[in-house]
T-cell receptor, first 118, second 111 residues
Framework: DAGVIQSPRHEVTEMGQEVTLRCKPI?????LFWYRQTMMRGLELLIY????????DSGMPEDRFSAKMPNASFSTLKIQPSEPRDSAVYFC????????????????FGPGTRLTVL | SQELEQSPQSLIVQEGKNLTINCTSS?????LYWYKQKYGEGLIFLMM?????EEKSHEKITAKLDEKKQQSSLHITASQPSHAGIYLC???????????FGKGTRLHILP
């Protein structure tokens, strides 16, 4: 069974360019999370969806960041325009169900996309 | 301020030695997750603790949650090179879907 799939694995772009990161969650999972990891700030939650609906986007740093989940099997995180300080590893994670239904909520992580903005 | 503090930030131990990593919260925890991350890869779930005083083990890794549910420790017995990586604790602080992660502990095992 395939895990969470992210693409691309590596992205190098120039400042000002648009960047789109893609995620395919595990089939049947209802919740999807986007994280950003840097040495300075660690692993930060950017936004999460439940049943394709954005629930909490308080971690999205600026209006330059946007995320969509058009269906249960696909999500995108877009940065427009990109800046050097956006350089980080971006992770997507999915979980089987909402915490509100069951007592806990194990998240399954993808391999990440390493973004470098020059 | 960081809601979840991990210590130490990095750890170098000789193969075969025991070690402990700590995770301390400023709030009561409704769930505490331990993940391992190999360098350059995603996070792998290790275990999850919910009840005060709870302890779980997986192979040579044991995790405990204190009675007040504000501190957890991860203990590795007889460390091996395969244990090397970054260990992250994550906390459910609001009984919702969000997990707040600590900054991680980088573990190096010397042969």
């Amino acid at each position: 069974d395939a895990g969470v799939i992210q693409s691309p694995r590596h992205e190098v772009t120039e400042m000002g360019q648009e960047v789109t990161l893609r995620c395919k969650p595990i089939s049947g999972h209802n919740s999807l999370f986007w994280y950003r990891q840097t040495m300075m700030r660690g692993l930060e939650l950017l936004i999460y969806f439940n049943n394709n609906v954005p629930i909490d986007d308080s971690g999205m740093p600026e209006d330059r960041f946007s995320a969509k989940m058009p269906n249960a099997s696909f999500s995108t995180l877009k940065i427009q325009p990109s800046e050097p300080r956006d350089s980080a590893v971006y992770f997507c994670a999915s979980s089987p169900t909402s915490r509100r239904v069951y007592s806990y909520n194990e998240q399954f992580f993808g391999p990440g996309t390493r973004l470098t903005v020059l | 301020s960081q809601e979840l503090e991990q210590s130490p930030q990095s750890l170098i131990v000789q193969e075969g030695k025991n070690l402990t990593i700590n995770c301390t919260s400023s709030k009561t925890l409704y769930g505490l997750y331990w993940y391992k991350q190999k360098y350059g890869e995603g996070l792998i779930f290790l275990m999850m603790l919910q009840k005060g005083g709870e302890e779980k083990s997986h192979e040579k890794i044991t995790a405990k949650l204190d009675e007040k549910k504000q501190q957890s420790s991860l203990h590795i017995t007889a460390s091996q090179p395969s244990h090397a990586g970054i260990y992250l604790c994550g906390a459910d602080m609001n009984r919702d879907d969000k997990i707040i992660f600590g900054k991680g502990t980088r573990l190096h095992i010397l042969p």
